[in-house]
Nanobody, 116 residues
Framework: QVQLVESGGGAVQTGESLRLSCAAS????????SGWYRQGPGKQRELVAQITSGGNTNYADSVKGRFTISRDNTKNTVHLQMNSLTAEDTAVYYCWLRTWGSVDLWGQGTQVTVSS
């Protein structure tokens, strides 16, 4: 069974950090495009960061310099290190993987709440 499971969300204060993790089963991150999306209150889901099978990364302008995506091939996990969080980062964060057949897989989502 193919499954993506996120962890690491929570409630923090402005300026603090969080690290999200996503563990995959039944599929391998290192052979596929993967990353993180988020959906804030009343907003559309947006791409936050992605990492290619070759390890190239890409970020939304709003998180450049603050967020870092990484992948651990030995543990088949993808992480999102989020620093200098602001209220605008409050959202449900979803782990995402696109298969070779262009099928998008999603985790269940993890809530990140940033308050001042």
């Amino acid at each position: 069974q193919v499954q993506l499971v996120e962890s690491g969300g929570g409630a923090v204060q402005t300026g603090e950090s969080l690290r999200l993790s996503c563990a995959a089963s039944g599929i391998n991150f290192r052979f596929n495009l993967s990353g993180w999306y988020r959906q804030g209150p009343g907003k559309q889901r947006e791409l936050v960061a992605q990492i290619t099978s070759g390890g190239n990364t890409n970020y939304a302008d709003s998180v450049k310099g603050r967020f870092t995506i990484s992948r651990d091939n030995t543990k088949n996990t993808v992480h999102l290190q989020m620093n200098s969080l602001t209220a605008e980062d409050t959202a449900v964060y979803y782990c995402w993987l696109r298969t070779w057949g262009s099928v998008d897989l999603w985790g269940q989502g993890t809530q990140v709440t940033v308050s001042s």
